[in-house]
């Protein structure tokens, strides 16, 4: 049983060939140690490890094994706190700003996929993001303004623009340009796979049973005494319910569904293989894949148990089907793969990335939010220049000891 998702996922079945890295033993020294060889932890190790800085995944189990197989590859600058509301939230400067940190986070995801060899499904695409309802449109239109006004790539469309593209009506929607979707299992294994041959070690099957901070060093133990030292410790751990959650960061854990078809006949009627969701809470969202399914999620619900529930989790599967054929009905609906997973949500809908606020040398890369990708490169970037000593802008918004958290 998985404590982060529950029923058939796709992405893994992709890869015929996963490596393998071997369990941590003895005794061993390195400047970072990252807890969590997700997508976060790998990363923040591939980008440490290229700038030179020596660092080590622990990994309790596999590589990608966790939250990152049951991620739906959606890469959007947008977020599930809407631009407009984040400056009612913290400020225009710092709404901006996050906004921006997001889009450049999209550009670096780009950049690092460039330089992996093989397919791990990037690709460029655009997002639309229609209004549900025509309540909605005021708010949309709104949004629109503002990211217009601040130099972001996007353009309004009109109910009869998509319309005349999609075989669907809504009142009107954001079509925003620099975004990107990507096969998340077979991305992190690349990404380890280049991170190791860069310096990168890795270790999988090794659960920290005990960490203790010993005059100026941070000391991680297992179970069966296997020690890694290091000057400074990063906490990539996707959303398991640690204890530390509840002490820093008042978080909920929440549960969302999904489903891959079956490889469809044409995906003509899907205009550009654009990214789809909406402004509803929850909302639905959509995507192609390279080899011709289609994507579907949403439901979200407030329970952290994603492993509970076969018959529940069918009834909400069997929704999402029925939304996807309201929408493309000369498409397949049915879905071949589904699963449920569990993902965080802060309370200001923004991740936690950057130091403990009370243990010198340790550090938390927490992508919570629909954006978790996004985040998790964002955080490489951030915490690699404090561990460098430097400052970054972005940790008076995302830090732990954020304003919008207290």
Request: net charge negative; charged share 25%.
């Amino acid at each position: 049983m998985n404590d982060h998702h529950a029923g058939k996922l796709y992405w893994p079945l992709t890869m015929t060939h996963v490596k393998s890295y071997p369990a941590l033993t003895g005794k061993q020294q390195v400047e970072v140690a990252i807890i969590g060889g997700g997508m976060s932890g790998i990363c923040c190790g591939l980008v440490l490890a290229r700038s030179g800085i020596s660092a080590c995944v622990l990994e309790r189990d596999a590589v990608a094994g966790a939250s990152t197989s049951a991620n739906t590859g959606l890469l959007q600058f947008s977020n599930d706190v809407m631009l407009t509301e984040l400056i009612e939230q913290i400020g225009r400067t710092d709404a901006v700003r996050f906004y921006r940190e997001c889009l450049h986070a999209v550009e670096q995801l780009a950049l690092t996929a460039a330089t992996l060899p093989g397919e791990i499904g990037f690709r460029r695409r655009s997002s639309l993001y229609y209004a549900s309802t025509e309540q909605d449109l005021p708010q949309l239109r709104k949004e629109y303004e503002a990211l217009r006004e601040h130099g972001f790539p996007v353009h309004y469309w009109e109910a009869e623009d998509i319309a005349s593209r999609f075989p669907f009506s809504k009142p009107g929607a954001i079509v925003t340009a620099g975004d990107a979707e990507v096969n998340p299992f077979q991305f992190v294994q690349a990404m380890a796979d280049a991170a190791s041959e860069a310096g990168l070690l890795i270790r999988e099957r090794t659960e920290i049973a005990l960490h203790r901070s010993i005059g100026g060093k941070q000391v991680l133990e297992t179970a069966d005494g296997a020690r890694i030292e290091a000057k400074h410790v990063i906490y990539a751990v996707g959303y398991e319910p640690e204890e530390l959650r509840g002490q820093l960061i008042k978080a909920a854990i929440n549960r969302s569904f999904a489903g891959v078809t079956r490889m469809q006949q044409s995906l003509a009627p899907w205009h550009e293989s654009m990214m789809l969701w909406e402004t509803a809470r929850p909302y639905l969202y959509l995507r192609t894949t390279i080899d011709g399914r289609i994507v579907i999620g949403g439901l979200d619900e407030e329970r952290p148990d994603p492993v509970q529930g076969e018959a529940a989790r069918q009834k909400r599967i069997a929704k999402l089907s029925r939304q996807l054929a309201e929408l493309f009905p000369m498409l397949d609906s049915e879905l071949e793969y589904e699963w449920s997973a569990a993902f965080g949500e802060s309370r200001d809908n923004l991740p936690f990335i950057g130091r403990d606020p009370e243990r010198d040398g340790v550090y938390y890369c927490l992508g919570y939010g629909g954006n978790g990708t996004v985040y998790s490169m964002m955080a490489a970037h951030l915490l690699r220049d404090l561990i460098r000593g430097e400052s970054h802008p972005m940790e008076s918004i995302v830090g732990l000891s954020r304003p919008s958290l207290q």
